[in-house]
Nanobody
Framework: QVQLVESGGGLVQAGGSLRLSCAAS????????MGWFRQAPGKEREFVAA????????SYADSVKGRFTISRDNVKNTVYLQMNTLKPEDTADYYC?????????????????WGQGTQVTVSS
């Protein structure tokens, strides 16, 4: 069982930055691939970024590549999403999830555990 708690969301102007955190419970955190997804009102949950259990593999959606960076600290059981050069279209609820396999990490149905989400609003 893994419990996830996101934090760090808020209101920021376009061009600004935010860092999201996702704290996980449990002793097996390093065995999970961690992913960030987002969901805007009226839209489906979409993949943002993922990182393998050891941190050696990362993956990004094309829409955030070069602007967002995912990282993890397996001692602190925390995964981060550094978001730079934010755009109004980045406005959404952001969720972190945990999946036991890196393959298929872009699909939200592969994830076993989810946090409650944190809201990010980017004003123009």
């Amino acid at each position: 069982q893994v419990q996830l708690v996101e934090s760090g969301g808020g209101l920021v102007q376009a061009g600004g930055s935010l860092r999201l955190s996702c704290a996980a419970s449990g002793r097996t955190f390093s065995s999970y691939t961690m992913g960030w997804f987002r969901q805007a009102p009226g839209k489906e949950r979409e993949f943002v970024a993922a990182i393998s259990g050891g941190g050696g593999g990362t993956s990004y959606a094309d829409s955030v590549k070069g602007r967002f960076t995912i990282s993890r600290d397996n001692v602190k059981n925390t995964v981060y999403l550094q978001m730079n050069t934010l755009k109004p279209e980045d406005t959404a609820d952001y969720y972190c999830g945990a999946t036991p396999k890196y393959s298929g990490h872009e699909s939200y149905i592969r994830y076993d555990y989810w946090g409650q989400g944190t809201q990010v609003t980017v004003s123009s």
